[in-house]
């Protein structure tokens, strides 16, 4: 099928940057859109940014928009997440996901069918 792995996470001061990175393997023809979600400490798996496949376009969640970049290379079958001018709050498992659905996939996270395993995400003040 099709299998996520993600990469880059780690410990980042508040105001710096950091870039993950989602491999994709499998059958990655079926895929339509790739997104990134993250899941804070005691809250619901939550929406950070979406790319269209064929097309590249992007949509982001309102709050982090401005801060984060998420890009594609299809040649190399990955996904980036580029985060700039961390927070604390920021701090959270990041997941890498994929959906084969056309329309309704957006940004809930249940229409997403392929996940990666997550790469942590720390940042300090």
């Known amino acids: 099928q099709v299998q996520l792995v993600e990469s880059g996470g780690g410990l980042v001061q508040a105001g710096g940057s950091l870039r993950l990175s989602c491999a994709v393997s499998g059958r990655t023809f079926t895929i339509y859109h790739m997104a990134w979600f993250r899941q804070l400490p005691g809250k619901e798996r939550e929406f950070v940014a979406r790319?269209?496949?064929?097309?590249?376009?992007?949509y982001y969640a309102d709050s982090l928009k401005g801060r984060v970049t998420i890009a594609r290379d299809n040649a190399k079958n990955t996904v980036s997440l580029e985060m700039n001018s961390l927070k604390t709050e920021d701090t959270a498992i990041y997941y890498c996901a994929a959906t084969t659905l056309l329309v309704g996939g957006g940004t809930i996270a249940s229409r997403y069918g392929y996940w990666g395993q997550g790469t942590q995400v720390t940042v300090s003040s």
């Open positions: 790319i269209t496949k064929s097309s590249g376009n992007t």
